[in-house]
C-alpha cells in the first residue's frame, strides 16, 4: 500500500498515518517530524529549516524531496509507506512522481482529509508534543496519562511554536495557497479519495479503513 495523506494543518494527518502505518506494517514519512528531528538535532538542514517553520511558512522544495527521496531508498519501505504532509506543492508532487517511476512504484491512493476550519484550530491549539519524540497528544481529545509528560518515552511536553494563533493563521494560508491545488491534481489522475476528518480519532480510523478497502474514486 502505497498513500499519501493531503490536509490541511491540523486535520488528524499524523494521527491517522500512526494507525495505518502500525496496522499494515507500512513506512510512516512525515516530512514535518523529519525536519523537527533536524530542528532538535541542530543539523545544517534543520537550522535552514527552523525559521520557516516557526513562523508557518514551508520549507524550500528542494529541502523536503531530497529527504523524502532517501526516506524511499528505506528498505523498511517494502510493504509501502504513508506519506504524511508530502507532497505539499506542485512542484513537490512532480519531483515525488519523477522518483516512484525511477523505482517503477506507483501510488495507490491520496486521502484527502475534511475537517472544519473551526475544528482544526481547536485540535491545533490544544495539541501538545513531546519535546524528546513524535509523539503528539491534544489537551481535551487524547491527554497524555500524566499531564504534560509524554506516555511513550516520558519527555516533557511543550506546545509547538507554531501552533500559536499567529503561525496557525499563516499555516492555514499557505495551505489554501500552496497545497489545496494538489487535490485537483490528484483528482485528476484518478487517486483522490475524500475522507470526513470529523469526529473522534477511532471514527475516523473506522471511515479510513472503509474508504482503504472500497476502490478508487472520491
Ligand atoms: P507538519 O508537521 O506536517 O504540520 P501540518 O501539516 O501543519 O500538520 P500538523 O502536524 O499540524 O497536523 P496533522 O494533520 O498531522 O494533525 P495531528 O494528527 O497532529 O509540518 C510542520 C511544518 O514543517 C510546516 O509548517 C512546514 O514549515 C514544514 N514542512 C513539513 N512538510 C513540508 C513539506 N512537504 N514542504 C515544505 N515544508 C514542510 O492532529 C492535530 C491535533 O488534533 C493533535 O493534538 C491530535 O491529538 C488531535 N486529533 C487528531 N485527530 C483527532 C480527532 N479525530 N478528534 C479530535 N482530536 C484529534
Ligand atoms: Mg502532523
Not at 160 to 187: C, H, M
Amino acid at each position: 500500500m502505497r498513500l499519501v495523506f493531503l490536509g490541511a494543518p491540523g486535520v488528524g494527518k499524523g494521527t491517522q498515518a500512526d494507525k495505518v502505518a502500525s496496522l499494515n506494517g507500512l513506512l510512516k514519512i512525515s516530512t514535518g517530524d523529519l525536519l523537527r528531528e533536524a530542528v532538535r538535532s541542530q543539523t545544517p538542514l534543520g537550522l535552514e529549516a527552523k525559521s520557516f517553520m516557526d513562523q508557518g511558512k514551508l520549507v524550500p522544495d528542494s529541502v523536503v524531496i531530497g529527504l523524502v527521496r532517501d526516506k524511499l531508498s528505506d528498505p523498511s519501505c517494502g510493504k509501502g509507506f504513508v506519506l504524511d504532509g508530502f507532497p505539499r506543492t506542485v512542484p513537490q508532487a512532480e519531483e515525488l512522481a519523477k522518483v516512484l517511476v525511477d523505482r517503477k512504484i506507483s501510488l495507490d491512493r491520496v486521502i484527502n482529509f475534511q475537517v472544519s476550519r473551526e475544528d482544526v484550530v481547536k485540535r491545533l491549539t490544544g495539541r501538545r508534543s513531546c519535546q524528546k519524540c513524535p509523539a503528539t497528544f491534544h489537551l481535551d481529545f487524547a491527554p497524555s496519562k500524566v499531564s504534560g509528560i509524554c506516555d511513550r518515552c516520558g519527555g516533557p511536553l511543550i506546545q509547538r511554536s507554531d501552533d500559536q494563533r499567529e503561525a496557525i493563521e499563516t499555516r492555514l494560508r499557505v495551505y489554501d495557497e500552496q497545497t489545496a491545488p494538489l487535490i485537483s491534481f490528484y483528482e485528476k489522475q484518478g487517486l483522490l479519495s475524500n475522507l470526513d476528518g470529523s469526529g473522534s480519532v477511532e471514527t475516523v480510523s473506522q471511515n479510513l479503513t472503509k474508504v482503504l478497502a472500497t476502490r478508487k474514486t472520491a
